[in-house]
């Protein structure tokens, strides 16, 4: 054969087997379809979410299939597990892959399930990805696009401020808890004769807590109520509706709360560590041992806006320990537009809004009666370093052992200004030189008290003033008292009962009340 013939002959070989690879690929190619390849989830681990995967080729088979998964999800292990299709599975964090030695995993027109989890994505879209393989090693890819809403299934909404989960009965404000971080509203007034009650309701789990995660949501409810929850954690702390939040509450009514707790309690929330709480209220029963209000139970100072605001409780309030309020037990950061009507008991920090008050209350007031051990008042029962102007207390105060007032019963620095109280003060303790006061209980270094006012009645057995009742340092100043003053066994004084250190000062005040010390 000439060399001409056998270049020919040689390019006449290439060509079929280039016809032959080419036939071969397209023949045994893989070829796959996934369905659904978009998906709309809901972030809760509780639920299951699965796509199939299905072999289109009429000639090649599917030997392994690697699955990837983003951040925010996992594999589930038990649902993926062997079977006569997937006998070998190898699974991690972010990671999963089928194989089969015998090059039979998927057959042409059988199908394949992949179960994964939304464990707690943000809302997003995502991407998993799929590389399939054939059994001649050949790689084909696609994705499966899941857009996470982070509502519950059983809720409609998006999660997002300008379309939230919808709340329609207790099951879904249930569900709530399976995503703490969008936003929510409430679409309607749920009670006890809702047919879901029975056993959500009535048997309340707080929603967010420290341990697991806050409610760091928006709760929007929209003018409705919430009747007859029942909380009975007497050993848990963070109890409310709520157990622990950092962002928005407004527009709620709870109506007949029952709750019982431990730390930190509240009808509305345990522990408010930021955020605002607006036009909301809390009518019934609350209970527990430290850090107890009818609305909420701690305020804390986590954020620099911190806020309650137009809101109210009304009902009682007992802290069987330390800071007990009728709004709050405790608060660090901003009261405002509010009011208690409650009865509020303690033993220590007691007052008729705020039990420890430590930065501003204004514009709010409280009508309830207190009583307790030590630091009672009628509006707040301890204040450091804050500011009260615009606000008062009418409600009786009732102390057994260390001060007591009808606005406040200690003032450790800060200002009063433009507040007043009318309800009659009582501290029957012998022990201790601290004071009754018809406004402040104890007046210490660096406080101020500026254009205010007592009216009500004074009976201590110690000490007693009309208006203080020991004033150790500090300014008073344009502030008068009207009520009677009576020391059974102490000192008393029409405006001040007692001043100890010789440096107070005290400015334009007056007292026209009778006086009687024993």
């Known amino acids: 054969m000439d060399k001409k013939a056998k270049f020919f002959s040689l390019v006449a070989s290439c060509l079929i087997c280039l016809l032959v690879l080419s036939y071969s690929f397209f023949v045994y190619a893989v070829s796959f379809s996934v369905s659904p390849s978009i998906m709309n989830v809901s972030e809760a681990a509780a639920i299951l979410y699965n796509f199939t995967i299905t072999n289109t080729n009429l000639t090649a088979n599917i030997t392994q299939i690697n699955i990837t998964v983003p951040s925010g999800f996992s594999i589930d292990a038990a649902t993926n597990g062997t079977s006569a299709s997937a006998n070998i599975i190898f699974i991690n964090s972010t990671f999963a892959s089928w194989t089969n030695t015998t090059n039979q995993l998927i057959l042409n027109g059988s199908t394949a399930y992949f179960w994964f989890r939304a464990s707690q994505p943000n809302r997003g879209i995502y991407n998993v990805s799929i590389d399939v393989l054939d059994h001649m090693g050949i790689v084909n890819s696609t994705n499966v696009t899941v857009t996470v809403n982070i509502c519950s299934n059983v809720m409609a909404g998006t999660g997002t401020s300008a379309d939230p989960c919808q709340i329609t009965n207790w099951t879904t404000l249930n569900a709530t808890r399976l995503n703490l971080v969008v936003d929510y509203i409430l679409m309607n007034n749920l009670s ?54 950092t962002k928005n509450i407004s527009n709620l009514g709870l109506v007949n709360v029952n709750v019982s707790g431990s730390w930190d309690v509240g009808g509305l929330v345990g522990y408010q560590y930021s955020g605002k709480i607006d036009n909301s209220y809390s009518i019934g029963i609350v209970r527990g041992s430290d850090y107890v209000g009818g609305l909420v139970g701690m305020q804390s100072a986590g954020a ?92 009786n105060v009732s102390g057994s052992s260390t001060f007591a007032g009808g606005l406040v ?70 502030s008068y008292s009207t009520g009677s003053v009576n020391s059974s066994v102490g000192i008393a004084g029409g405006l001040v009962g007692w001043q100890p250190v010789g440096s107070e000062i005290i400015d334009n005040c007056s007292s026209t009340g009778n006086v009687l010390a024993g």
């Not at 995660?213 to 929007?220: D, K, L, W």
């Not at 929209?222 to 702390?237: E, G, V």
């Not at 007992?318 to 303690?346: C, D």
């Not at 019963?409 to 009063?416: K, M, P, T, V």
Request: net charge negative.
């Open 409 to 478: 019963g200690e003032q450790y620095g800060g200002i009063i200004s433009n507040s007043y109280a009318t309800g009659n003060v009582y501290r029957n303790s012998t022990i201790g030189s601290d004071g009754v006061g018809g406004l402040v209980g104890d007046v210490s270094s660096e406080a101020i008290i500026n254009n205010s006012y007592a009216t009500g009645n004074v009976f201590g057995v110690m000490i007693a003033g009309g208006l203080i009742g020991k004033q150790a340092g500090g300014i008073i100043a344009n």
């Open 304 to 395: 620099a806006s911190v806020i309650i605001s137009n809101s109210y409780s009304t009902g009682s309030v007992t802290g069987s320990h330390w800071y007990a309020g009728g709004l709050a037990g405790y608060s660090s950061k901003t009261i405002l537009n509010s009011f208690s009507s409650a009865i509020v008991s303690g033993t220590r920090f007691v007052g008729g809004l705020v039990g420890d008050s430590r930065t501003l209350i204004n514009n709010s007031y409280a009508t309830g009666d207190v009583s307790g051990g030590g630091n009672i008042g009628g509006l707040v029962g301890y204040m450091q370093y804050g500011n009260i102007s615009n606000s008062y207390a009418t409600g």
């Open 192 to 245: 006890s004769l809702d047919s879901d009650y029975a056993g959500i309701g009535d048997n309340w789990i707080p929603i967010g807590d420290l341990a697991g995660g806050s409610f760091a949501g928006n709760f929007n409810g929209n003018n409705n109520t919430i009747s007859n929850l029942t909380i009975n954690l007497p050993s848990t702390n963070y109890v409310g509706l709520f157990g622990y939040t």
